[in-house]
């Protein structure tokens, strides 16, 4: 019954130090008082019960807990007295409070805190040089220079100047600073071995953080290489819940990288980076094959760019694959697209192939490209040649059935660009011919019409012959038959004043009187047509 009791004090000292080693103090309390319900002569309770009430500033509870102790460990008797002398204990708090960061390990730390009061009392009751350098190594523990400080206690534990008592205090402080450090390596080893690698680094780190390089450097070697080992397993198993689709690419990128982050070992590390890459090689590879078929399942190419656009940023490397599977698409389809154009040409059908050419320059908008300026300007110029060919060839049967009016019709814009240097030789050679004829008939006609432009009595469709061939009638009249001008003028007014455009055939008769002085035969006439135009404009105005 006696061994049950002793061990649930235990349990609830226990707990005590894990609560006071997170600085929940009145929990730690709680569990000091628990124990010693249970066992009052638990000598390490009261111990650590004095302390957590001193950093609680409670003093008369923490000397009343002290007391407790030192009337249960005749020992500490000389310390009783101390505690006695001028309120010792308030002037105690800081050094204790400052000893807690020395604390790794939970039984450690109720120790180190009972010895650490013992000399801070010592040191204010009685001068020794010894306890100063104590005093520094508290400092250098609080800042985690570890190896500073157990520098300093192994020099005052074998000085001759200090007193036994600070000898055996700077002993004890760096057996328990060792210890401790033995203890986090042994810890970071486990948590390594167990796969809690960012634990084990993180107390590693601790370590050498507060040790020079020399101090324990193959223990600290040892422990990363087991980390970096652990860290290449760990990425191998990533790897394969990758390949059985657990975690996407992105998760093991991210996973990997981080393993890599916590090797010290450059072979390990090159190891991983091997892996990620390996495994982005494979990515790479299945992501180009899905975003492939999806392009190729591309209904036409402006579908098919639009994709490519998209997929080239979730995989950049394949993306000049893309592209040439976008040219071999547009290749094919400019292909079909002249194999029309030809055909058109075949049946002498340029209409259609200037549509096929459209069409390729349709294409290559689709595709985000610009249509190569060498094929489709080789591509129009066929179908000009074509085009032109077919022309050349109606207007030639003009001018052999001696339809010279549509003839000058069908050339009167002649443009090189239209033409072969030959046809428009040639046009213009049989334009110049049917002008010179059409003048000649149209002069002839006029003069068979006896008389009908001098009386105005010509029908609309006479009159309308006249007005729109004058112009081209009166400039290409030869020099020779320059006496027909004057006369073609008068029938071009006649003309117009039966088609009603009085101001025109004003216009006319005015030219008329002015450029040629009318003969005795044609007064009568001018100033007939004259007065019909005034009369007309007359009644207009009216």
């Known amino acids: 019954m006696l061994r049950v009791v002793v061990n649930r004090a235990k349990n609830h000292y226990n ?4 609560h006071a080693e997170r600085d929940r103090l009145d929990e730690a309390i709680a569990e000091l008082k628990h124990a010693l319900e249970l066992d009052s002569g638990f000598l390490s309770a009261w111990i650590v019960l004095g302390t957590l009430y001193a950093r609680k500033e409670l003093f008369d509870e923490a000397r009343e807990a ?5 009337a249960l460990n005749p020992h500490l008797k000389k310390a009783h007295d101390y505690l006695n002398k001028s309120g010792s204990v308030a002037r105690a708090v800081p050094t204790v409070r400052r000893l ?3 604390s790794t390990g939970l039984l450690a730390t109720a120790l180190t805190l009972a010895v650490a009061l013992a000399m801070t009392i010592f040191y204010f009751s009685r001068p020794d040089p010894g306890l100063a350098k104590i005093d520094q190594v508290i400092e250098l523990t609080a800042q985690n220079r570890i190896g500073e400080a157990i520098g ?12 036994g008592a600070s000898r055996r205090h700077a002993r004890f402080m760096k057996e328990q600073l060792e210890g401790k450090i033995s203890a986090r390596l042994r810890e970071a080893s486990e948590l390594a071995k167990a796969g809690s690698l960012e634990a084990a680094l993180e107390a590693l780190t601790e370590v050498e953080a507060g040790l020079p390089p020399q101090d324990a450097a193959l223990e600290c070697r040892r422990i990363h290489s087991i980390i970096a080992r652990s860290a290449a397993a760990i990425a191998g198993e990533e790897v394969s819940r990758w390949e059985s689709g657990e975690i996407n690419f992105a998760e093991l990128g991210t996973r990997l990288e981080h393993l890599c982050s916590l090797c010290d070992s450059d072979a390990e590390g ?3 980076t091997a892996m990620l890459e390996t495994a982005r090689e494979t990515f790479t590879e299945r992501e180009c094959a899905r975003l492939k078929a999806t392009i190729m399942e591309a209904e036409d190419l402006r579908a098919m760019a639009a994709r490519i656009a ?3 940023g979730a995989a950049p490397s394949c993306l000049e694959m893309f592209e040439s599977i976008l040219t071999s698409r547009l290749e094919a389809d400019t292909s079909r697209a002249q194999a029309i154009f030809d055909a058109s040409l075949g049946r002498d059908d340029p209409s259609s192939a200037q549509a096929a050419i459209d069409q390729i320059r349709d294409l290559y908008a689709d595709a985000g490209r610009r249509a190569p300026i060498e094929l489709m300007e ?4 066929r179908v000009r040649a074509v085009a032109s060919g077919r022309r050349f060839a109606e207007v030639t049967a003009l001018f052999e059935r001696e339809a010279f009016e549509e003839l000058i019709e069908a050339t009167d814009d002649l443009k090189a660009s239209d033409w072969t240097a030959g046809q428009l030789i040639e046009l213009k050679s049989q334009r110049n011919e049917a002008i010179g004829r059409f003048v000649a008939e149209l002069w002839h006609w006029s003069e068979s019409m006896d008389g009908k432009f001098e009386s105005v009595t010509v029908t609309r469709e006479q009159a309308m012959r006249m007005a729109r061939h004058f112009k081209l009638a009166y400039e290409n009249t030869r020099t020779e038959e320059a006496y027909r001008k004057p006369r073609l003028l008068f029938r071009a007014a006649a003309a117009n004043l039966r088609l009603g455009d009085f101001e025109q055939a004003g216009e006319l008769i005015g030219r008329l009187e002015s450029e040629y002085p009318a003969s005795n035969l044609w007064n009568q006439y ?7 135009i005034e009369d007309a404009l007359a009644g207009n105005s009216s």
């Open 15 to 18: 707990s005590a130090l894990e």
């Open 66 to 70: 002290w007391n407790r102790a030192l």
């Open 100 to 102: 807690t960061f020395l």
């Open 152 to 163: 300093i206690l192994e020099e005052t534990s074998g000085s001759v100047l200090t007193t």
């Open 270 to 272: 090159d190891r991983i």
């Open 310 to 312: 998209e997929a080239g």
């Open 378 to 381: 080789t591509l129009d110029a």
């Open 526 to 532: 001018t100033r007939g047509v004259q007065r019909q």
